[in-house]
């Protein structure tokens, strides 16, 4: 025997794996696809684009929404415009507006969002020294004064004087196009060819550039570019730190400014460890300085998520927004911007400088730089870092190994809370990264594949193992319950319609009052509510995992315990039963408000062995059980109308039963059997039952003792106790009647209190 177990034992498995096998190979397909698009071997832009809408869901749900005082932003509105006149103003306008900033205000930093690509022509000076060269050339002192005039009309070189050592970082713009144009003079770049040592970075590449004029880029040397990083459905998420020109790399203007404020400590990126080959993985860059460092995070592209606080705009709550018109106008307390970071910029929908952001179409320019020098401060921000690909791989594989492991051995409940279980599971593992730890991870495409392992299982069982499940429904449909087929399809060589000797538990359901309703409602009206009472009852029973086995007119027949076996027979039965009556008295509630009598229920429960099987004949077969206990089972319902009580149930469905309390209603012997049998009454689930209704109870067995031992004296001290009976009064006025007959008769030793019933 021990050497054969193994081999039993294998060939169950090896059998389950043969039926198995096909369900398995179609469990285990989400998490190839899912690999293949996270691998980048076969990209799915709408598992992209879904990932997209998950972090702008996450990132408008935990925005702060409040004030950061350390960033301001200056303004050229509509107001501005207005008032100071159409863009772009003229650079001793700008000149003013930087030393009201920088002298009276006391900016910490000031950042330019714009570019001054040409020439201040507005003062005229170029139209006067072309007519001193010209026809006013021989006009005495015009052009003495004209030199005399020449600083106070080159509004160039005031604005460079006014940015000259000052703490001012300039705004410029790269290009990417055919020509590759340039205007303007670049900073000097943070990042050299000769830092990397032949070492290349994956950043933003342009080929051109609108930069500033060089007087002004030589008055202020520190400059950042402005551009932003447009996915593919055109929203700005993330801002490059660095990008690429010629073979160098530039510095953002928000980093720019945020190193102006730190004294311009040294750039320098970081790669990950073992990043020597040609194209290294580059984890973020690092600001060094005095020998200490700070390191900020960045994607692969050397560009970081930009952490939106609000919804943007001068309404949005984030920064504040300083109307440029008011600064120029001296508007301002002094010192109001002291040791604030101050960005210019606009806001004015002519100027071009709205973008869509994950948390609103038109989103201010300037502010997404604000948002991102705020997470410079912060020294903290949402990042995917550089492991991220790694994370998504690994979490696709574990989540899809278990899926397929286990979801082809489940049925629909446990497939459901599996995949439900997982997906909750791995949604709460990226927002507690994302919420703890500022790490972006990618999300869409597990969860997608969650859901496509599950939808494809489902549909599996339902489309391919469903033709196995037809044959066994057509075969055993007519006699088992469309609820229990799919337990018998797991194992359909464990069910066998052949009769077979089992202990069950057997139900007989009457409609009381059935009489009176037809005689006063028409046929069709009579059959639809016979139709909705039954579907009630219909409903509880298959609640309960019992088997209906015939209607017979207002009368319902169930078993429990076949064909699908259940330990808790009885129990189930009885539990039936109780909602049964509670079902009943639903429709009685119905029927008050339609002005329709009342109807009643009796129910009969017996266990005991029954034979169990497909019973008829060549022209009609039933499965059905037949045998003494289901005899009794009929007899009892019939006893219901005699105690007045909705359910009678035998010794031997109570004693498999004692989840509930039971009231004993008496002895009987019924139509063909000559040994008496208790019957009982259920109260109610064990535990839930009224403390008043287990007293009266109580009160009831001991006067039904005192019955029994014929001690009629003890009967009439007991019978006011008896009064508050749960089981009702007609059990009483049996009794009482019983009570007025046996106390005539002589004393009877061989009584047992047994009463005999001749009919149903």
Not at 344 to 361: E, F, Y
Not at 609 to 631: E, F, H, K, L, Q
């Amino acid at each position: 025997m021990t050497h054969q177990a193994p081999s039993v034992q294998a060939k169950r498995w090896s059998a389950a794996l043969r039926r198995r096998g096909l369900r398995l190979l179609v469990a285990f397909l989400p998490m190839l696809l899912a690999l293949l698009h996270a691998s980048g071997a076969w990209r799915m832009p709408v598992l992209d684009r879904l990932d997209q809408i998950i972090y702008d869901i996450r990132l408008r749900a935990t925005m702060p929404r409040t004030l950061d005082e350390r960033v301001v932003i200056v303004d050229i509105d509509e107001r501005s415009l207005e008032e100071v006149g159409h863009w772009p103003w003229g650079r001793d306008k700008l000149a003013q507006l930087t030393q009201e900033l920088l002298e009276r205000q006391q900016a910490a930093v000031l950042g330019f969002d714009v570019v001054f690509s040409e020439p201040d022509g507005s003062s005229g000076l170029r139209h006067l020294q072309r007519l001193a060269q010209g026809a006013l050339r021989d006009v005495p002192g015009y052009g003495q004064a004209l030199q005399k005039l020449a600083p106070k009309l080159d509004f160039d070189q005031r604005f460079a004087e006014v940015l000259r050592g000052q703490s001012v970082v300039l705004g410029y713009y790269f290009t990417s196009d055919r020509d590759g144009g340039a205007r303007g003079q670049l900073p000097q770049p943070v990042v050299t060819r000769q830092q990397l040592m032949g070492q290349a970075l994956r950043a933003t590449a342009w080929n051109g550039h609108g930069s500033n004029i060089p007087s002004l880029a030589q008055a202020a040397p520190v400059a950042g570019f402005f551009n932003a990083m447009s996915d593919d459905d055109g929203v700005v998420r993330s801002l490059p730190l660095l990008a690429q020109y010629q073979g160098q790399y530039y510095e953002s203007l928000a980093l720019a400014v945020f190193r102006t404020l730190l004294g311009l400590p040294e750039v320098r990126p970081s790669f990950a460890a073992g990043g020597t080959q040609e194209w290294a993985a580059v984890q973020g860059i690092e600001l060094h300085q005095d020998g200490r460092s700070q390191l900020i995070p960045t994607d692969d592209r050397l560009a970081v998520l930009v952490p939106y606080r609000g919804p943007g705009g001068q309404r949005g709550g984030s920064f504040s927004y300083v109307s440029a018109s008011d600064v120029l106008r001296g508007k301002l307390p002094a010192a109001q911007l002291r040791d604030k970071v101050v960005l210019v910029g606009s806001t004015a929908p002519g100027l071009q400088d709205l973008r869509a952001t994950p948390v609103g179409g038109a989103y201010p320019g300037v502010e997404a730089h604000a948002n991102l020098i705020a997470r410079f401060l912060d020294g903290q921000g949402p990042v995917q870092p550089d492991y991220a690909l790694g994370f998504d791989l690994a979490q696709i594989a574990i989540a899809g190994l278990l899926l397929g492991l286990l979801l082809p051995w489940m049925g629909a409940g446990l497939a459901l809370a599996l995949s439900i279980s997982v997906f909750a599971a791995l949604v709460g593992l990226n927002l507690w990264l994302f919420l703890s730890h500022s790490l972006v991870f990618p999300l869409a495409t597990v969860l997608v594949m969650v859901l496509l392992a599950f939808a494809l299982n489902m549909s599996y069982g339902y489309f391919v193992e469903s033709r196995t499940k037809r044959g066994l429904a057509h075969l055993f449909g007519t006699y088992v319950p469309p609820e229990l087929v799919d337990e018998m399809v797991r194992e359909p060589e464990r069910y066998s319609m052949q009769a077979a000797m089992r202990e069950l538990t057997v139900m007989f359901c009457d409609i009381r009052g059935f009489t009176t309703l037809s005689e006063r409602m028409e046929p069709v009206q009579l059959q639809a509510l016979l139709n909705t009472l039954f579907s009630r009852l219909t409903h509880v029973i298959r609640q309960q995992r019992g088997t209906i086995d015939k209607y017979m007119g207002d009368c319902v027949m169930a078993f429990w315990g076949a064909p699908v076996a259940a330990p808790d027979h009885a129990h189930l039965a009885v539990q039936a039963a109780l909602d049964m009556v509670q079902a009943v008295h639903g429709v009685n509630t119905e029927h008050q408000a339609q002005g329709l009598p009342a109807i009643g229920v009796g129910v009969g429960l017996n266990t005991g062995p029954m034979c169990v099987g497909d019973m008829g004949s060549d022209v009609r077969r039933s499965y059905t059980v037949i045998g003494d206990a289901v005899n009794l089972g009929s007899r009892l319902e019939g006893l219901c109308k005699a105690y007045g009580v909705e359910i009678v149930a035998s010794e031997s469905a109570r004693a498999q039963a004692p989840g509930f309390v039971w009231l004993e209603l008496d002895r009987v012997r019924v139509k063909g059997k000559e040994q008496a049998v208790a019957i009982y009454y259920p109260l109610g689930v064990a535990g839930r039952v009224a403390s008043e209704n287990l007293q009266a109870m109580e009160s009831w067995h001991r006067w039904l003792a005192a019955f029994r031992a014929q001690n009629w004296p003890l009967c009439d001290e007991l019978w006011p106790s008896i009064q508050s009976n749960p089981a009702g009064d007609k059990l009483l006025h049996f009794y009482a009647q019983r009570l007025q007959e046996r106390r005539v008769l002589p004393y009877d030793p061989d009584w047992d209190g047994a009463t005999h019933f001749d009919t149903k």
